[in-house]
């Protein structure tokens, strides 16, 4: 049985910083690449960033660029979301996913967490 499992997710002024985590849990089958994703509510679920098995590849939405960064620590089944300069347009639940290869769309991947809140206020 397969399991991710997201934390870190929080209340946060604009501009501040959180960092979520997840980590995997079971066996995941050919499952090279992880991904976060949100979902705010009305909305569709988006893709934030990717990263490679190796953590070579790395590939971030235009919106999160330059403020995210994703990263993962494979011997603690780990992969993080580091998160700085929110913005209250950043507030949306939070997922972990994992899959095949980096992909922007959610049909792409394999396994989900539960999701993890994140709320930026003004």
């Known amino acids: 049985q397969v399991q991710l499992e997201e934390s870190g997710g929080g209340l946060v002024q604009a501009g501040g910083s959180l960092r979520l985590s997840c980590v995997a849990s079971?066996?995941?089958?050919?499952?090279?690449?992880m991904a976060w994703f949100r979902q705010a509510p009305g909305k569709e679920r988006e893709f934030v960033a990717g990263?490679?098995?190796?953590?070579?590849?790395?590939h971030y939405a235009d919106s999160v660029k330059g403020r995210f960064t994703i990263s993962r620590d494979n011997a603690k089944n780990t992969v993080y979301l580091q998160m700085n300069t929110l913005k209250p347009e950043d507030t949306a639940v939070y997922y972990c996913?994992?899959?095949?290869?980096?992909?922007?769309?959610?049909?792409?991947?394999?396994?989900w967490g539960h999701g993890t809140q994140v709320t930026v206020s003004s």
């Open positions: 996913a994992a899959g095949w290869s980096v992909r922007v769309q959610p049909v792409m991947y394999d396994y």
């Open positions: 079971g066996r995941i089958l050919s499952s090279n690449a």
């Open positions: 990263i490679s098995w190796s953590g070579g590849i790395t």
